[in-house]
């Protein structure tokens, strides 16, 4: 009997700070930075971001997520096999954030925990790795996790940047299955774009060399984020036979709305198939599309057996999608 996995539960969570545009151009203005409200809503369509408390870590955020969807998906901690986890903004150096959650959920089965680090794409490059285990019959219920505190690494000296991005986690349990949930996923990197969104910093004889903060080139990221988007969209729907007319919904990463508008339009959508959160959390990197799902779900737009298309796109360059049934 062929082995499918699907989509048991979703959750997310977000810190409970919000800072809108104003509150963040006040900021900026006390180090002389000129910024408005206008000019980011219209280039990004963000309106305000979460930003975590300086004590609070990836692995918390991610806690409060995984909680949900366990308990959305009807799942024990103990019962869960694999725990994958995309950040860019974990914990620690080392441990991997994953063994971090693991232990602060109390899972005690030694399941296996690891990072991916493919940045805003990490939620389809950690998702794929899920889905291929438990086709491969390696795992029957896996914890797949987006968590960042993408606060951190923002240069609040560099307003081409740091008015883009916001802290949040999402998370699903995907579980063996006898019905076909997931359809098809597609990942490519291009690693010829390292410089075009970077920190390009690195922990060197107790210091930072180099930076440790986001540096990006807002027009190349643009340019390319909406080509391989349509592309690898796409390919996911060639892969399960399938055309752009069976989607019922399009979650891409939340990076800016333009962006996102760009991509649905070349899918030939309506825009009302698009979820959109980019408005209220900013671009939360690899916990964009969790987030944007779990939202989707608990409001009642996703309902089971739609078919939703899931994208993701970042540093690297990176990219990838996946196309699930519900
Ligand atoms: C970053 C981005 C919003 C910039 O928009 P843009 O229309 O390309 O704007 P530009 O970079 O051309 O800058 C236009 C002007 O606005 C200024 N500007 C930049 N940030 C600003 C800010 N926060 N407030 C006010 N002005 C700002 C620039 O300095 C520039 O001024 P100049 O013309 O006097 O030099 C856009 O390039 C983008 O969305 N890129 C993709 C980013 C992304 O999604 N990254 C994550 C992918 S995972």
């Known amino acids: 009997m062929t082995v499918h996995s699907r989509i048991l539960g979703t959750g997310s969570y977000l810190p409970p700070r919000v800072v809108s545009n104003a509150e963040l151009t006040e900021l900026l203005a006390k180090d002389g930075i000129e910024t408005s409200d206008e000019w980011i809503f219209s280039r990004s369509g963000i309106a305000a971001r979460h930003y975590a408390d300086a004590s609070v870590q990836a692995s918390d955020l991610a806690v409060e997520a995984a909680r949900r969807a366990l308990e959305a998906a009807h799942v024990a901690a103990n019962d869960i096999d694999l725990i994958v986890v995309a950040t860019s903004t974990p914990d620690m150096v080392f441990p991997s954030t994953a063994c971090i959650i693991q232990h602060k959920l109390g899972i005690d089965n030694q399941c296996a925990a690891f990072d991916v680090q493919a940045v805003c794409s990490g939620f389809a490059y950690a998702f794929t790795l899920a889905d291929n285990a438990i086709k491969l019959g390696q795992a029957r219920r896996v914890l797949v996790i987006g968590t960042e505190v993408f606060s951190r690494i923002l240069d609040f000296k560099d307003r081409t940047t740091c008015v883009l991005f916001g802290d949040g986690a999402g998370a699903v349990v995907l579980g063996e299955s006898s019905a076909e949930g997931v ?81 649905c339009k070349k899918l030939g959508l309506p825009l009302a198939k698009m979820v959109v959160t980019v408005d209220r959390h900013g671009n939360t990197s690899a916990a964009s599309i969790p987030l944007a799902l779990d939202e989707a779900v608990r409001d009642g737009r996703i309902v089971p057996g739609q078919v939703v298309m899931m994208e993701g796109v970042g540093g690297g360059f990176t990219w990838g999608a996946l196309l699930v049934r519900m």
């Not at 969104?197 to 990006?216: E, K, Q």
């Open 183 to 263: 359809l098809a996923t597609r990942l490519h990197a291009d690693g010829r774009h390292v410089g075009i969104l970077c920190v390009p910093g690195n922990v060197h004889s107790g210091v930072i060399s180099g930076s440790a903060f986001l540096h990006m080139d807002g027009p190349a990221v643009f340019k390319l984020a909406v080509n391989v988007l349509d592309r690898v969209a796409r390919e996911a729907l060639a892969a399960a036979q399938m055309t752009s007319g069976d989607i019922d919904w399009l979650i891409p990463h939340q990076a800016n709305i333009r962006i996102m508008q760009g991509t």
